[in-house]
Structures are given as structure tokens and as C-alpha cells.
């Protein structure tokens, strides 16, 4: 099956009121373990790319694949391409001549007329050729790829500033700041309780679907609490990262003489492949193929 376009997901996930997950890929193996655990859930998803995988796998190359896989994998379950925190304009016009159906422009860390206008930008050139367009009002604490802010310089996102940005961006999506947290030492030090309070607030004032970056770690029963006031996509790439490293270390460490990597490597697919699966049930997405 060909990618789709996410506007087709999200459609769906609004009317029966789930949450789509979007999950970072960086090489062959996290796609395909991806696109396994979509077709075997029945999960309508998203896969999406940094800037710093398209660094390290090039643009053409990591599009490719994630198209050929899904050509090759996918026969029920329908899944779109987006650029995760694109912060230079010129990775938002590669984004969409590769074929991606949505694009974020991270320019949170601008002040809030600066993120307005790059945001603006962004968008405008996105719907020139029918590609959503994602920002953000807020700015999450953690590290995670080139996003690098903080605890003390994050803040989250003001209701009535989140219904004037997406007003005068023109954004199909936002990315909100509620208390959620990029990277890994939040798995480590324990994750902070999202302020749900705040997420109900924007949700009246705005009518564009929610997104939960920073997630892995949340604990189920806040994630459904979101889900029900407005979350649509909710982002993972930390705990796939964690599942990949960690069956590698373990296959490895099983085994000093082992040198096929496909050995190495199918364990790793599978482990991916679980924590995809797992987040499908818990977003709702499951069986909606």
C-alpha cells in the first residue's frame, strides 16, 4: 500500500476519537518494525523523520525506504510521512518534494511574533502543494535530536496565545507544551504530570487536532485523559530508541562471537515492533484499519 496523507488519519481519528501515533524512524530496521507492528494492529499511524536523521541518512534515502516498505508491508493499515521539529525553511521544501503529506516548523525557540511569522511561512508554502502543517506554542524541557532546551527555559503554551497562533499561521496541527518532556532522562528521573487543566483550556479555544511531542514515558491513564480532550497525534521516539539499544546490548552481550547482522538486528526489529504495538492499544488506534 502507498503512503497516505495524513489529513485522510486524522480525519478518522477525530470522528471516533482516538490518537494517532507518530513514531521517529532513523535507519531500515526501525521502519520496517513500524510498518510490521501498523499492519499487524490494524493501526492507521505516522512515521516521521528530523532533521538530524535526514542528516545521517540523507532525505532520498530514508523517504525511500519508508515508501518501499510501505509498498512491500502494508496491505490494511494506512500510514503518512511527516517532518518532525523542521527548523530551517530548506528542509521543509526537501520534506515536500520527497513526497511527505505533513511538515512541522519548530521556531518555538523564537519569541512569540517570530514563531508567528516563520511558522506563517512554513505553512503557506506547505498548502501550495496540499501539505499539512504542523507548529508549536511552547517550549518542552529535554533533549532530543537538535531540540535542546532547559527545564528552566521551558514554558508551556498559553491558551489565548495558542488560539492567536493557529489563527494567523494557518496550521493544520499543534504541537503543545503541557508538562510533557523530550529525551531520556525523564525516563530515568521520573516523568512530570501533564497539566490537563491547561490542555482542556486550549482545547476550547482552538479547532485544529492536539499534539503530544515528548510522550514516551507518559503514563497510560494521562495519555487517555489527553486523548479526550483533543489529542490526535501523540509523538514517540525515546522508547523505540531505548528498545533498539537495549536489545542490541542484550544480543550482543549474549553472545561476544556473534557477527551477522542480521542476528544482531531481527531481535532489535522485534522489540521495536512491541513497544509500536503496545502504544497503538493505548491510543486507540488499534483495529481502526
Not at 545521517?56 to 518532525?84: F, R
Not at 527545564?151 to 508538562?179: C, N, Q, W, Y
Not at 522508547?239 to 549474549?254: H, N, P, W, Y
Request: proline residues 3%.
Amino acid at each position: 500500500m502507498p503512503l497516505v496523507h495524513i489529513k485522510n488519519l486524522l480525519k478518522d481519528a477525530n470522528r471516533e476519537e482516538y490518537a494517532l501515533g507518530a513514531f521517529n524512524t532513523q535507519n531500515l530496521e526501525t521502519t520496517l518494525a513500524i510498518m510490521r507492528a501498523a499492519e499487524e494492529n490494524r493501526a492507521p499511524l505516522v512515521i516521521q523523520v528530523s532533521e538530524a536523521t535526514i542528516d545521517y541518512a540523507g532525505l532520498a534515502s530514508i523517504a525511500e525506504i519508508v515508501k518501499t516498505a510501505a509498498k512491500d508491508i502494508l496491505s490494511h493499515a494506512p500510514v503518512a510521512l511527516h517532518l518532525d521539529h523542521g527548523k530551517k525553511f530548506q528542509s521543509i521544501i526537501g520534506c515536500i518534494k520527497a513526497g511527505f503529506s505533513s511538515i512541522m516548523m519548530d521556531a518555538s525557540h523564537l519569541p512569540f511574533k517570530e514563531n508567528i511569522a516563520a511558522t506563517k511561512k512554513a505553512a503557506e508554502y506547505a498548502h501550495k502543494y496540499g501539505v499539512f502543517a504542523q507548529g508549536e506554542l511552547g517550549r518542552l524541557a529535554g533533549v532530543e535530536d537538535v531540540v535542546r532546551v532547559a527545564g528552566h527555559e521551558a514554558f508551556m503554551t498559553h491558551p489565548d496565545e495558542a488560539a492567536e497562533f493557529v489563527r494567523k499561521t494557518g496550521i493544520d496541527t499543534l504541537a503543545v507544551s503541557i508538562g510533557n518532556v523530550h529525551g531520556i532522562v525523564k525516563m530515568r528521573e521520573g516523568v512530570p504530570k501533564l497539566d490537563l487543566g491547561r490542555l482542556k483550556e486550549i482545547q476550547k479555544k482552538i479547532k485544529v487536532p492536539l499534539v503530544l511531542h515528548g510522550a514516551s514515558g507518559i503514563p497510560e491513564k494521562e495519555i487517555k485523559k489527553a486523548i479526550g480532550l483533543g489529542v490526535r497525534i501523540i509523538n514517540i521516539d525515546t522508547e523505540i530508541r531505548m528498545a533498539f539499544t537495549d536489545s542490541l546490548r542484550a544480543t550482543l552481550g549474549k553472545d561476544k562471537n556473534i557477527f551477522d547482522p542480521r542476528k544482531v538486528l531481527t531481535p532489535v526489529m522485534e522489540a521495536v515492533e512491541k513497544v509500536v504495538a503496545e502504544k497503538t492499544k493505548i491510543f486507540g488506534s488499534a483495529r481502526k484499519a
